[in-house]
């Protein structure tokens, strides 16, 4: 039973990091398009978004390389998520301009 706990802890915090960082990104693009400087917001993102999904890996990981390759498939799967759900939400905005 603890196998069980040990991936789904592994793989749902891969998930949720990657929903942070990829989701974070989203946020970025779409308010620098507006701002006067836009590298600060990329800069900053990218500083913020970077350690938080370092920090996390490290401690959800530590040293087992299972739990490591279960947060990074975790975390590839919000990626997934997250560009089918922008993509879905740009295509709507298109059409809501025509």
Do not use: N
């Not at 990091?17 to 600060?40: E, N």
């Not at 970077?50 to 990074?72: D, E, N, P, Q, V």
């Amino acid at each position: 039973m603890s196998e069980i706990i040990e991936i789904s802890e592994a793989t749902a915090g891969g998930f949720f990091l990657g929903v942070l960082f990829f989701g974070g990104l989203w946020l970025t693009v779409v308010k620098s398009l507006v701002s006067k400087r836009p590298w600060v917001w990329f800069l900053t993102s990218m500083v913020l978004r970077t350690s938080i999904a370092l920090s996390g890996f490290y401690l959800l990981a530590g040293t087992s390389l299972k739990r490591l390759l279960l947060c990074s498939g975790g975390f590839m799967a919000a990626r997934i998520l997250v560009v089918t759900m922008t993509k879905e939400r740009r295509q709507e905005e298109a059409k809501s301009c025509i």
